[in-house]
């Protein structure tokens, strides 16, 4: 799974230990799930019980030069239905908003449709996110709608836009850039 800039490669428990600062960065949490602190512990613990997830596909972002700088999975796969939650984000705060992340997005759709034969794929993006709408929307993404007041972030509640992708949708993936 390659891209020019790229490739998405093997998550264990390495990887894991290199994900820590970036699941407590708030320029990271900001836009995913995460809304307390993690200790190493919890992160571990975490860790070694959803590795053995079967509805769950997760691997690193790894540059051409070999620097592991984020992490990109499939979330609660449905295999009867054949859909999935792409997850993705970009931790090393320097190669954000490069392409890196949109480069990994393609791979894993690529590899979603190409080799695991999925129907679909979402993603749940944050309404004030313009960049990670943008970067899904690159990948073939259309919205399909939005989750009203669904997130409560720095005292207010957001919405969060749904973006979809059908197998039959994806484009050449030479035109994410
Ligand atoms: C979202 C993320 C994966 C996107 O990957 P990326 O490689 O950084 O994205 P790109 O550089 O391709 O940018 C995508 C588009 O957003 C635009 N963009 C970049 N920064 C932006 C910003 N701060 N505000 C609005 N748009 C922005 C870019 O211009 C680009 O469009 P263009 O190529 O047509 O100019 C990455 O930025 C990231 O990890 N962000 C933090 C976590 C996150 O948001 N995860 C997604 C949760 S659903």
């Not at 540059?63 to 997850?87: K, Q």
Request: some cysteine; charged content about 30%; aromatic content about 12%.
């Amino acid at each position: 799974m390659k891209k020019s800039r790229v490739s998405l490669r093997a998550f264990g428990m390495e990887e894991v230990e290199r994900s820590l600062d970036w699941v407590n960065d708030d320029e990271v949490t900001k836009y995913t799930g995460t809304s307390s602190p993690i200790s190493a512990d919890e992160h571990r613990a975490y860790w070694e019980k959803e590795l053995k997830n079967p509805r769950r596909k997760t691997f690193s972002i790894v540059t051409s030069e070999g620097r592991h700088i984020g992490n990109i999975g499939l979330l609660e796969i449905d295999w009867v239905a054949r859909n999935a939650e792409v997850y993705v984000y970009v931790g090393d705060a320097q190669y954000r908003g490069k392409g890196y992340g949109t480069e990994a997005i393609q791979c894993l759709v690529e590899y979603a449709f190409g080799r695991l034969n999925l129907h679909k794929l979402f993603a749940r993006v944050y309404a004030y996110n313009e960049r990670g709408a943008k970067s899904f929307e690159k990948c073939g993404f259309t919205r399909e709608g939005h989750l009203r007041e669904h997130v409560f972030r720095n005292g207010e509640y957001h919405d969060v836009a749904v973006l979809g992708i059908l197998r039959s949708e994806q484009r050449d993936s030479g035109q994410t850039r």
